[in-house]
């Protein structure tokens, strides 16, 4: 069964430090994506990133990176120089690949990320 | 481009009840997932209907049902509300174009079961 496991159930920091939300998947598959999504106050989740199990590179968009390792299977999510917009619920997950899983995806519990002035 | 549109935004109902939600997906999409998302047990999901066919199904009760038509949009049912079933109910549709697209979420049903 899969599993994405986010242990950072709420992290607070002060503008402009740099914070890490760590994730932790566990799957038999040796195919597979990770996501993570961003959920706002007004409920919505918003899409940051998705990266398949052969991709391993680092990837940076703006004040946003990602560190995919396989060999931990973990999948951190890095801002840079945080904002109070920053404030938010943050979700990683998982899913199978294969036109019979569908786009069924596995969530891990959050991390409530609150970015102080 | 609309976003994925989910109505209504805010629902009560009385133990016992049923009730209908609604999911218009992104123009083009024809991938339609649903999913709940409570404090205690988070984001579960329900289930996918893609193309008016349910290709993917979470562990959820029978009570819990849903169905999508021709232009893709999608209703999911819940017959015989209990106070457990409160939660957000989000919809997310998908490109069609392959598998394990990104998912556009939209902002959720509300339910609130008395």
């Known amino acids: 069964a899969q599993k994405v496991t986010q242990a950072q159930t709420e992290i607070s920091v002060v503008e402009k430090e740099d914070v890490t939300l760590d994730c932790v998947y566990e799957?038999?598959?040796?195919?597979?994506?990770l996501f993570w999504y961003k959920q706002p106050p007004s409920g919505e989740l918003v899409f940051l990133i998705r990266r398949n199990s052969f991709d391993e590179q680092n990837e940076i968009s703006g004040r946003y990176s990602w560190n995919f390792q396989k060999s931990t299977s973990s999948f951190n999510f890095t801002i840079t120089a945080s904002q109070v917009v920053d404030s938010a619920v943050y979700f990683c997950?998982?899913?199978?690949?294969?036109?019979?899983?569908?786009?069924?995806?596995?969530f891990g519990t959050g991390t409530r990320l609150a970015v102080r002035p | 481009k609309a976003g994925v549109t989910q109505t209504p935004r805010y629902l009560i109902k009385t133990r016992g009840q049923q009730v209908t939600l609604s999911c218009s997906p992104i123009s083009g999409h024809r991938s339609v997932s649903w999913y709940q998302q409570t404090p205690g047990q988070g984001l579960q999901f329900l289930f996918e209907?893609?193309?008016?066919?349910?290709?993917n199904k979470g562990n959820f009760p029978g009570r819990f049902s849903g169905r999508q038509f021709s232009n893709s949009r999608s209703e999911m049912n819940v017959s015989t509300l209990e106070l457990g079933d409160s939660a957000l109910y989000l919809c997310?549709?998908?490109?069609?174009?392959?598998?394990?697209?990104?998912?556009?979420f939209g902002q959720g049903t509300r339910l609130t079961v008395v």
């Open positions: 997310a549709s998908s490109n069609p174009s392959g598998v394990n697209t990104e998912a556009f």
């Open positions: 997950a998982l899913s199978e690949v294969g036109e019979s899983s569908g786009d069924k995806l596995t």
């Open positions: 209907y893609f193309s008016e066919t349910q290709r």
């Open positions: 799957t038999r598959d040796t195919t597979y994506y």
